[in-house]
C-alpha cells in the first residue's frame, strides 16, 4: 500500500535497501562522537560520506541534535539518498533547502526534518534563521569543504566562521585540504581551535615565506601543520580501504601546427599577437600566460589555424577512434569552456553520442548526462574538471584524456578518481596531452610543486610529475653527465 502523503520517488525511498557499514566507516563514526569539533581528510572514493550520514543518526537519537548538511549543489540528491541507505530517517526527515525564496521557507519550517541538506551559499545565507526556526540545530557537517571554505578572507568563509559560534558540533570531509596552498588548511583548524595558530597573520608567519617585496615564493614547517591535523582527522588511503590505485598515467607530447607555433611564440615573448583585424595583446603575465593557454586550446577562436588540425587534435582523434572500435565510453577533461565545446565537436563528428559538462550546464542536466553515460547511452563526456571532480562515479570507465590541466593538483586528482570509485578489475589509462615548449611545462611544473607540498604535510599523498617533455631532458642532462663522468674517470687513468 502507498504511503499517504509522500512523493512516489519518497514512497520508493521509504523501502530503499539499507547499507551495512564497514569496519573504518564504524570507527570514523566513534572519531566524530568522541571528538566535537573535527575532519575526515580520507581520499576520495573511501566512503566518508557513510560515516557521516550515521553520525546524523547518532545526534538526533542520542544528543536531540539536528544537522546541516552542507555540500556542493551537484550532491544534494545523491548525500540525500546515502543518508536513506545508512539510517533510518524517513524521507520527510532530510529536507533539501533549495530553490526560489517561497519555496526554501517552506522547506526550513519543516518541523519533522533532522537533517538539513543545502549548498555553501545557501548555509552562508540562511543558517541563522534556521536556527531560529530549529534551535536543536547545533551540528554542521561539510562534504567537498574545499570547495567552499579554503580562502580565509572569502565572504562566505567568514560567514561560516559566524556560524560556528553559534553551532557546537563540526565535521568537515575533503581529501584535499590543501588545496594548493598550505594556507587552505587555515579556515577548518580555526573552527577546530583557534589556539591552535591564534589569527591568520600567525598561520602565514609560521608557514610561509617571502622574497623582499612580500610576494609569496613558498611554504615551510610542513610537519608542524601534518602533525595538527593528525590531532584533529582521521585519514584513510584509498589503498587502506581498496587495495593498490590501479591507473596507469601516460603523458603524450604533442606538437602545435604551424601557425599555432608562430602565435604562440610572439604571444610568449612579445605578449602581442597581429590578427586580421586586430592585436590580440597580453597586458600583464597573467594575460599573457591566458592568451597563451587560449592559443594552445582553442586557436580557432582567434582566426588561427584554420584548415589546420594542431597536435592535440590528432592525439584527441586517436583516443577517439579506438573508443569507436572498441566501443568503450571514454571521458575528456579539458580547462577552457571554448575548448571543451571544441572536443564536443570533434567527438561527434566521429560518430559519438557526446555531452558536456561544465559551469553552464545545469545540476537537472549534469544529473541526466550522468545517467545517461553510466546507463550507456552515451560514448563520451567531455567535461570540467571542476565541475566534473565530484559526485560522479564513472567506474565504468576504460580511458580519460586530459587535453589541458588548471593549475591545481587537487582537480586533476579529483576528476581522474571519477573513474576510480573502489577496486578496479583493469587499471584505468589516464592520458594527459603536453605540447613541447610551451606553457604546459610550466603548468605540470606548479601541480608537481603543489602536490609536493601537499607530501611534506602529509606523505601519503601522490607527487605528480607529468611533464613529459622535462623527464626526457632530465633524462638527457643524467646520461651526458655519465658520460662527461667516464671520460674524467679515463683521463685518470690515462
Known sequence: MAAVGFSRREQEQVTIEKKVPREHQIADLAFYIMTPRCMNLSDPATQKTGSACMYTQYLWDDLGCKSYFVMPMSLLRKNKDELLEFTNFHPSEIQIVDGEAKRRERQMRNENAKVFIMGFQRFSDDWQRLKQWHPQLNAAIFDEWH????????????????????????????????????????????????????????????????????????????????????????????????????????????????KQRKAYEEMEEMALVELEDEFLEGQSPAVNAMRCRQIMAHPETFGLAKGETTGKDERLKIHFADAVVSGEPIAVFAALVPEQERIVAIAKSMGLRTALINGHVSSTQRARIDEAFRRGDLDCVVAS???????????????????SLNYMDDSFVQAYRRGIRGKRARPLRIYVLEYRDSIDQRIMQIIENKSRDANLVDPT??????????????????????????????????
Open 385 to 403: 574538471p571542476d565541475t566534473a571532480g565530484v559526485g560522479f562515479n564513472w567506474h565504468h570507465l576504460e580511458t580519460m584524456v586530459f587535453t
Open 461 to 494: 599523498k601522490e607527487v605528480f610529475r607529468l611533464s613529459e617533455q622535462r623527464r626526457q631532458q632530465e633524462e638527457e642532462m643524467f646520461d651526458s653527465s655519465k658520460a662527461t663522468d667516464r671520460k674524467i674517470s679515463m683521463a685518470e687513468f690515462a
Open 147 to 258: 570547495l567552499g571554505y579554503s580562502g580565509h578572507d572569502s565572504g562566505r568563509t567568514q560567514n561560516m566562521y559566524i556560524a560556528m559560534r553559534s553551532i557546537e558540533r563540526f565535521m568537515a570531509m575533503t581529501g584535499t585540504i590543501i588545496k594548493g596552498t598550505l594556507a587552505s588548511a587555515y579556515p577548518a583548524l580555526q573552527v577546530i581551535e583557534p589556539r591552535f595558530y591564534g589569527t591568520y597573520g600567525a598561520f602565514l608567519a609560521q608557514h610561509r615565506l617571502q622574497d623582499e617585496y612580500g610576494t609569496t615564493i613558498g611554504w615551510h614547517n610542513h610537519q608542524r601543520l601534518g602533525q595538527i591535523l593528525q590531532h584533529v582527522a582521521v585519514r584513510h588511503t584509498f589503498e587502506e580501504v581498496h587495495g593498490p590505485e590501479a591507473k596507469v598515467i601516460v603523458t603524450e607530447l604533442c606538437d602545435m601546427s604551424p
